[in-house]
Every structure is written in structure tokens, then in C-alpha cells.
């Protein structure tokens, strides 16, 4: 494989896709559902690319959790098995995905896009219900039971490492099922979990040497450019519409894969 970047018509298109997964990831999510495909795009193996994705846009989940400290105050008791469900999951993904074959990994690209795609759609009406649910709640909330919760993380967060888009979602439910029910103690929860799994994940696929850095670092600034605009610019968007978008832009992908491999 060609280790140099060209800046040809398939270049261009792989920065323009990072800058705008990282304005997508900061106003609704999904945005590997374009920088992904546009590695697999200039040639690069199914597993690489994801692993150079994964590495280019965890910084900028990193950062997000700033904004989540004082709801992380809440649920303090829950932040330390959590993590640790979420690094033993990451791992066991990241894992997992190196040691699967890249025609079998190519294979499932299109389910794994599929499935990202529906956990999106299906996200707005939790997110709704929680939402109404919450609503004066939260001076009776009962504790989760620590131990289903802690199991049911880490399969999630296996998913996280292997692959991981519409995530959010599942960790949203899982925590939701589990009785937590304020909707920003929820997503307090869901940033550190997926960025930890996400960031463990990362570490895995470094150390195994399965990052192209002359994509990575290049789509790691354009990502992290598309973030800075896509949070100034998200409060001015419809939230609905755009996790729309980001539903039809992963079944487009979906169906693109399943022609190509037809």
C-alpha cells in the first residue's frame, strides 16, 4: 500500500470529509459515516481505515467531556466501574477487530453502517422519552444495580472498540434501562464512556501499528477545525434535522457498500 499522501481528487475529498465529521460529531454524531468511507476511498485496507479513523477523531470526543463535569458530580459512585467497564471493552474491541480478516471486516462494513444507521434513527424518540421522564425526577432517583449495568457496558463498549458508531445510543439506553433517568446525567455518562473506550481502543491500534499517521494527522486538524464551527454553529441548526441527515447519510453508505459488494 502507498504510504504518501496525494493530493489528488480522493485526497481532497478525505480532508473535506474529516472537516465535516467533525462538524457533524459536534452537532449531532455519525461522523465516521463520511470520514470512514473516504479512507476505504484512497485505498486503504478495511481495519486501517477504521483504526485511522477511530485515533483521528477521539481527540475531539476527548475534549467534550469539559462540558459534562458538574452532571459526572451526580453519579460519582458509577464513574469508577463504568470506566473500567469501558476500558475492558474497548480493549477486548480494538482487539478483536485487528485480528479479524479484512475481506471478513469488509464483509460487514455495510451491516456494521446499517445497524449504525438505525441506532441513530431510533436515538430521537429515547432521547424524547428520557427527556419527558426526567422532567422533575431527579431528587428520587434510585441507584442502578451496579452489576448488570457494569456487564451490559462492557458489551457495548466491545462494540465501541470494534467499530462504535450509533453507539451513543445503546449506552444511552443501557443507562436509561438501568434507572438513571436525568438526561444530562445520561449524556455525562455516555461522553466518558465512549471516549474511554474509544481511547483505549486508540492505544491498541498505536502500539499494533495500525495507524496511517500521514492520513491521521491530517484528519485529525480538519476535524478538529469542522468541530470548532460545528459547536459554534450547532444552536443556530434544527437538532432534529441534522440527526436526519446523519440517518439518510448512513444508510446512503449502507446501500453503497451493499452495491459495491453485489
Given at each position: 500500500?502507498?504510504?504518501?499522501?496525494?493530493?489528488?481528487?480522493?485526497?481532497?475529498?478525505?480532508?473535506?470529509?474529516?472537516?465535516i465529521?467533525?462538524?457533524?460529531?459536534?452537532?449531532?454524531?455519525?461522523?465516521?459515516?463520511?470520514?470512514?468511507?473516504?479512507?476505504?476511498?484512497?485505498g486503504?485496507?478495511?481495519?486501517?481505515?477504521?483504526?485511522?479513523?477511530?485515533?483521528?477523531?477521539?481527540?475531539?470526543?476527548?475534549?467534550?467531556?469539559?462540558?459534562?463535569?458538574?452532571?459526572?458530580?451526580?453519579?460519582?459512585?458509577?464513574?469508577?466501574?463504568?470506566?473500567?467497564?469501558?476500558?475492558?471493552?474497548?480493549?477486548?474491541?480494538?482487539?478483536?477487530?485487528?485480528?479479524?480478516?479484512?475481506?471478513?471486516?469488509?464483509?460487514?462494513?455495510?451491516?456494521?453502517?446499517?445497524?449504525?444507521?438505525?441506532?441513530?434513527?431510533?436515538?430521537?424518540?429515547?432521547s424524547?422519552?428520557?427527556?419527558?421522564?426526567?422532567?422533575?425526577?431527579?431528587?428520587?432517583?434510585?441507584p442502578?444495580?451496579?452489576?448488570?449495568?457494569?456487564?451490559?457496558?462492557?458489551?457495548?463498549?466491545?462494540?465501541?472498540?470494534?467499530?462504535?458508531?450509533?453507539?451513543?445510543?445503546?449506552?444511552?439506553?443501557?443507562?436509561?434501562?438501568?434507572?438513571?433517568?436525568?438526561?444530562?446525567?445520561?449524556?455525562?455518562?455516555?461522553?466518558?464512556?465512549?471516549?474511554?473506550?474509544?481511547?483505549v481502543?486508540?492505544?491498541?491500534?498505536?502500539?499494533?501499528?495500525?495507524?496511517?499517521?500521514?492520513?491521521?494527522?491530517?484528519?485529525?486538524?480538519?476535524?478538529?477545525?469542522?468541530?470548532?464551527?460545528?459547536?459554534?454553529?450547532?444552536?443556530?441548526?434544527?437538532?432534529?434535522?441534522?440527526?436526519?441527515?446523519?440517518?439518510?447519510?448512513?444508510?446512503?453508505?449502507?446501500?453503497?457498500?451493499?452495491?459495491?459488494?453485489?
Amino acid at each position: 500500500m502507498n504510504m504518501h499522501f496525494h493530493w489528488d481528487g480522493r485526497g481532497a475529498w478525505l480532508l473535506t470529509a474529516s472537516l465535516i465529521a467533525g462538524a457533524l460529531n459536534a452537532m449531532a454524531g455519525g461522523g465516521s459515516f463520511l470520514s470512514f468511507p473516504a479512507l476505504l476511498n484512497i485505498g486503504v485496507l478495511p481495519i486501517q481505515a477504521n483504526a485511522t479513523n477511530t485515533v483521528a477523531l477521539w481527540p475531539g470526543q476527548f475534549t467534550s467531556i469539559a462540558a459534562y463535569f458538574e452532571d459526572l458530580k451526580h453519579n460519582l459512585g458509577l464513574l469508577l466501574p463504568l470506566c473500567i467497564a469501558a476500558a475492558i471493552g474497548g480493549v477486548a474491541g480494538g482487539l478483536v477487530l485487528l485480528r479479524t480478516e479484512q475481506n471478513t471486516f469488509l464483509r460487514l462494513v455495510p451491516w456494521l453502517l446499517l445497524m449504525a444507521a438505525l441506532l441513530f434513527a431510533l436515538s430521537t424518540p429515547i432521547s424524547r422519552w428520557l427527556q419527558a421522564r426526567s422532567r422533575g425526577k431527579t431528587a428520587e432517583q434510585s441507584p442502578p444495580s451496579h452489576l448488570p449495568l457494569f456487564l451490559g457496558m462492557i458489551v457495548v463498549c466491545f462494540y465501541i472498540g470494534y467499530f462504535g458508531a450509533g453507539a451513543g445510543f445503546l449506552i444511552i439506553s443501557l443507562l436509561a434501562i438501568f434507572g438513571i433517568e436525568n438526561i444530562n446525567q445520561i449524556n455525562a455518562l455516555k461522553v466518558v464512556t465512549t471516549t474511554l473506550a474509544n481511547g483505549v481502543a486508540v492505544i491498541v491500534f498505536i502500539v499494533e501499528k495500525q495507524v496511517l499517521w500521514q492520513h491521521c494527522l491530517l484528519m485529525m486538524v480538519t476535524a478538529a477545525i469542522g468541530g470548532y464551527f460545528g459547536a459554534r454553529f450547532s444552536r443556530r441548526l434544527d437538532a432534529r434535522l441534522m440527526r436526519w441527515v446523519v440517518v439518510c447519510l448512513g444508510l446512503g453508505m449502507a446501500a453503497y457498500f451493499f452495491w459495491r459488494q453485489g
